[in-house]
T-cell receptor, first 115, second 110 residues
Framework: GAVVSQHPSWVICKSGTSVKIECRSL??????MFWYRQFPKQSLMLMAT?????????EQGVEKDKFLINHASLTLSTLTVTSAHPEDSSFYIC???????????FGPGTRLTVL | SQQGEEDPQALSIQEGENATMNCSYK?????LQWYRQNSGRGLVHLIL?????REKHSGRLRVTLDTSKKSSSLLITASRAADTASYFC??????????FGKGTMLLVSP
């Protein structure tokens, strides 16, 4: 199957700082990428849908000014957690849709810990 | 996105036993997929079953889909300790993104 990478795989930061997470589709061009968040012992919850060249669509309850999404190219989407707080500590997983078959492929996730 | 329901939330069995997990959803779907996730790791895609299929096999995995009941089940036969993980169903309606169930935590004891 197609490969999606995320960087970094884990990050620890101080409260109040901003953290950027990258998601790349390695062998296909993804016009649409998705960002999920997963708290311990819970399922994945969709945060936002990222469309190349346009603004992201955020799910209800997700602050767009706090979670900045940029999808500047067909192979890269970034999620920036601004002014991070301990409650933002979570596992962030991106997913990219392959337009050739409409299937979603998932990145390995990024573990964010905010101290 | 409307989350699916899975049961049981947790399942503890002995090696060699079978494990069955169920998933229910509320909308019409294009397909339903099952994923596995080891603690703290990413998702591993297990199997996809389309809305016009009723049963699918892959190795020790057997998935059924009943669109009239809007439910699916995942059966793992002859379980092994290495099968210990969380299992999620995920489904898509139309061109929407995948919606995940709440997951089942499976513990297989040697």
């Amino acid at each position: 199957g197609a490969v999606v990478s995320q960087h970094p795989s884990w990050v620890i930061c101080k409260s109040g700082t901003s953290v950027k997470i990258e998601c790349r589709s390695l062998d296909f061009q993804a016009t649409t990428m998705f960002w999920y968040r997963q708290f311990p012992k819970q399922s994945l919850m969709l945060m936002a849908t990222s469309n190349e060249g346009s603004k992201a669509t955020y799910e209800q309850g997700v602050e767009k000014d706090k979670f900045l999404i940029n999808h500047a190219s067909l192979t890269l989407s970034t999620l920036t957690v601004t002014s991070a707080h301990p409650e933002d500590s979570s596992f962030y997983i991106c997913s990219a849709r392959d337009p050739s078959d409409n299937e979603q492929f998932f990145g390995p996730g990024t573990r964010l810990t905010v101290l | 996105s409307q989350q699916g329901e899975e049961d049981p939330q947790a399942l503890s069995i002995q090696e060699g036993e079978n494990a069955t997990m169920n998933c229910s959803y509320k909308t019409s779907i294009n397909n339903l997929q099952w994923y596995r996730q080891n603690s703290g790791r990413g998702l591993v895609h297990l199997i996809l079953i389309r809305s016009n299929e009723r049963e699918k096999h892959s190795g020790r995995l057997r998935v059924t889909l009943d669109t009239s009941k809007k439910s699916s089940s995942l059966l793992i036969t002859a379980s092994r300790a290495a099968d210990t993980a969380s299992y999620f169903c995920a489904f898509r309606s139309g061109y929407s993104t995948l919606t995940f169930g709440k997951g089942t935590m499976l513990l297989v004891s040697p």
